[in-house]
């Protein structure tokens, strides 16, 4: 919303700057996004051109003899329209223009040049608010000499608004001239509107639907078109509205001034005395003013003149009944329609005004029949209009609503302050709020013009805004207590500081895919959740895993030439029933690349390693791992992960036709449920005195049956070694020659301690023994 500081100061008496009252909007109501004048140039007179020939050495130009009130200019004009007996804008010399343009005296083509007639374009005033080629003509009688500024209504300033949704009020000049008013605590003066009328409506005015709370029509005849008043014109310029002819710009200006649009319809064109408003049938079209046929939706509401479309309710007039260069007669409709109905006809039309963008956020009820009264009024004035017989009319809104009741005493708790009742009293009626008080409890009744205040919260929001946010003390709550991060947040904390320390990157890909991409590398086997009204197809449900987006991350960055992918994310597994956190990795090329040396590619094994350095650093114990078989993966290198027997996640390969259709390497992928992990994570990680005595160590080779995972022989020898076996690792397998086809040798080191005493190298035999002839006798298992 853009405020004239010029039609302000008319409706109460300011006499602050612009800065001061931009600043004092930002801290008391809305965001000032500007600050600036309407026409940034200085030293700009009214000029009368007493002469025009032409240039004697180019047929484009014209020298000019211009009367400045002081004395006459000789001028040299490019522009095409420029003649004698005209008013112009002339920049004489010294002049500034926006830009910092200064005018000087000159000599074009031999001819003196004193100054410069100007266009509005060259006063900075942007071509689509004027439409004019060529210097701008003063069509109202100036005397020559007068600063143009002053004469053309354009030495003003404007004040741009950020509103939020809630605040429709601020959408009329009216609307901000009771803000101004309540904080600069001055008095406010509206337009007063006296009209006779007599006799019987002229029009017939009914509903055939809800969905229209009120409408109010007035014909008027004997219409002139023509320019509006300069006055008018500069007002809407202000605005940011390109005036058009005096029947568009009083509609617009009044909707400026109160916040209520207007239409103007031509009445013989319309070709009845009724107007029905109804809602549209589902596929039923209708020209709009824009010469485009629109196909409406069941629930668009319709203005009809009983027997066809002439209106589409709250959004735009139809061109079968758009006033012309020709029209003598209007019917003037001022109306109340259904908000959410305005805004979804207006959003999927894409036909978004002034006029719906006040519809949409619900315009005063009370202001209707005033603002009609008022546009009749300056038809009246500008348009030699003459009133036809009553005004018709139905109105549905005068709906009571209940008052607001609140204690001071309520009031000051929230605020912190120590307001008193005179203090409050003083404020409400700033704010034109009717209200009683008996035993510090005010009773305060709902104003039409103020629908975003609902609730006692929102008065005593007002009351904090008017009497200063900044005269608010500063306290603390007293339910606050000392900032802590929960144990989810600890985890979260720990996993990416251990993750970006095994030099991976985390990254955020999008919780929505297209639905046939949703079960891509998940073991869920659960229906997609699907978004209601998706942008795309491409984001029409909530993934089952954020794998889905790794691997896009991959592909992205393949294309790119970029193949060594290590990346991790802390996403979201989406269910009907619930939502899971998940920790997804995926590896990819190589993990660390050194130039000097050959550098091995990730493998099954490189994953493996990271996610059981993180188990470690989490404190949890190592994972057991199953194979498992899933169409997104390789057949020979996925499993599924366990951590103290409990199903946590999948790890593995992505199958190679997958990669190999993308055009990628080797891509290997991790799954797991973050919550698993919290629930199994200890409180503080575990400590251990060191190592008082020295440690044994033995190496054992093992043959065994090629099929017999190596996990179950660790069990084994865990079990068989007791406390005194500490560590215990597998560092080769071994198959091929010496050995069956069906053999393969497992390489073990086994690391012996006790805290208590230093170990006999004979009790250490002994418990190797032990285990040997365990696994003999259990697996078959034999030394080499």
């Known amino acids: 919303m853009n405020i004239s500081m010029k039609w302000l100061k008319e409706l109460i008496p300011c006499s602050i700057s612009p800065e001061e009252l931009g600043a004092l909007f930002t801290v008391h109501s809305q965001e000032v996004a500007r600050v600036e004048a309407l026409v940034r140039a200085k030293g700009l007179t009214i000029g009368h051109v007493l002469t025009c020939r032409p240039h004697p050495q180019a047929d484009s130009l014209r020298v000019c003899e211009v009367d400045v009130g002081d004395t006459v200019l000789g001028i040299v004009c490019g522009a095409p329209n420029v003649a004698a007996e005209q008013r112009v804008i002339v920049a004489r010399p010294g002049a500034v223009l926006p830009g910092g343009i200064t005018i000087e005296h000159t000599v074009i083509r031999g001819e003196a040049s004193a100054g410069m007639i100007c266009s509005l374009s060259e006063l900075g005033i942007d071509y689509k608010y004027h439409h004019e080629d060529g210097i ?18 354009f030495d003003d300033t404007v004040i741009g608004l950020d509103l939020t949704p809630n605040r429709a009020d601020l959408l009329s000049m009216h609307g901000v001239a009771y803000d101004v008013a309540a904080m600069l605590d001055l008095p406010l003066t509206l337009p007063h509107v006296a009209l006779e009328t007599a006799g019987e409506p002229a029009v017939h005015i009914r509903t055939q639907t809800p969905r229209c709370l009120s409408y109010y ?15 008018m014109q500069a007002r809407l310029i202000a605005a940011g509205v390109r005036p058009i002819n005096n029947v568009v710009d009083i509609t617009n200006y009044v909707m400026l001034e109160t916040g209520q649009p207007l239409h103007a319809f031509d009445y013989d064109a319309l070709d009845s005395d009724t107007i029905v408003v109804r809602e549209a049938e589902a596929g039923e079209t209708f020209v709009t003013l824009d010469d485009k046929e629109r196909t409406l939706h069941a629930g668009d509401i319709l203005i009809t003149n009983g027997r066809e479309a002439v209106a589409l309710g709250g959004v735009m007039g139809g061109a079968a009944t758009e006033v012309t260069s020709h029209t003598t007669r209007l019917l003037l409709e001022a109306a109340v329609f259904d908000a959410m109905t305005v805004g979804k006809t207006s959003r999927r039309l894409d036909l978004r005004s002034e006029s719906s963008l006040r519809f949409e956020r619900k315009v005063d009820p009370e202001k209707t029949r005033y603002a009609l009264d008022r546009a009749t009024a300056l038809f009246i004035e500008y348009a030699n209009a003459e009133i036809v017989g009553d005004k018709g009319y139905f109105d ?50 709902r104003v039409s013009r103020r629908q975003d205040l609902l609730t006692y919260q929102d008065i005593i929001e007002e009351i904090g805004r008017i009497s200063g946010y900044d005269q608010l003390p500063n306290t603390l709550p007293s339910t606050v207590a000392q900032g802590a991060l929960s144990l989810r947040q600890q985890l979260r904390r720990r996993i990416r500081a251990a993750l970006t320390g095994l030099g991976l990157d985390e990254v955020v890909t999008y919780s929505l895919q297209s639905v046939d991409r949703i079960g891509r590398f998940s073991t869920l086997h659960e229906a997609p959740v699907k978004v209601a009204d998706p942008m795309t197809d ?72 990271v996610f059981e350095a993180l188990l ?34 999948i790890i593995g390969k992505v199958h190679p036709k997958t990669t190999a259709d993308d055009h990628l390497g080797d891509v290997f992928v991790l799954d797991v449920d ?11 990680a575990p400590y251990q005195p060191l190592q008082k005595y020295p440690s044994i160590e033995r190496d054992l080779a093992l043959v065994c049956d090629r099929t017999l995972p190596a996990e179950t022989v660790l069990e084994a020898i865990k079990t068989q070694g007791g406390a005194a076996l500490v560590h215990l690792d597998v560092f080769d397998v071994y198959t ?32 190797v023994d032990k285990i040997v002839a365990h696994l003999k006798v259990t697996y078959g298992m034999f030394r080499r």
């Open 616 to 649: 470690d650093t989490l404190g949890l114990p190592a994972a057991r791992y199953e194979p498992l078989r899933h169409e997104d993966f390789h057949p020979y290198q996925t499993a599924r992960i366990l951590l103290e027997g409990t199903p946590i996640g």
């Open 217 to 231: 029509g007035r014909v008027l005849k004997s219409i002139v078109i023509k320019p509006s008043p300069q006055f």
């Open 538 to 609: 491409l984001h029409a449900a909530l993934i089952h895993t954020p794998l889905t987006g790794l691997y896009d991350v991959a592909t992205h960055n393949a294309a790119r030439r970029q193949h060594d992918v290590n990346i991790f994310e802390l996403g979201t597994c989406y269910t009907a029933e619930q939502e899971t956190e998940r920790l997804a990795i995926l590896m990819s090329g190589h993990h660390h690349y050194y130039r000097w040396q050959k550098t091995p590619t990730t493998d099954f094994y490189t994953l493996k390693g």
């Open 136 to 153: 701008h003509v003063v069509r109202e009688s100036v005397a020559p000499g007068s600063d143009a500024l002053e004469a053309l209504h």
């Open 674 to 684: 973050v919550s698993i992990l919290l629930e199994k994570s200890p409180d503080h």
């Open 396 to 445: 549905d809104t005068s709906n009571i609503e209940p008052p607001i009741v609140i204690s001071l005493e309520k009031i000051n708790a929230v605020l912190g302050g120590r307001y008193s009742d005179e203090h409050v009293d003083a404020i409400l009626k700033r704010l034109h709020l009717p209200f009683t008080r008996a035993s510090n409890t005010y009773t305060i009744d």
């Open 736 to 767: 091929g020659e010496h050995l069956d086809e069906n053999q393969k040798s497992l390489g073990l080191r086994l690391l012996f301690e006790d805290p208590e005493k230093t170990l006999e190298s004979k009790t250490v035999d002994a418990l």
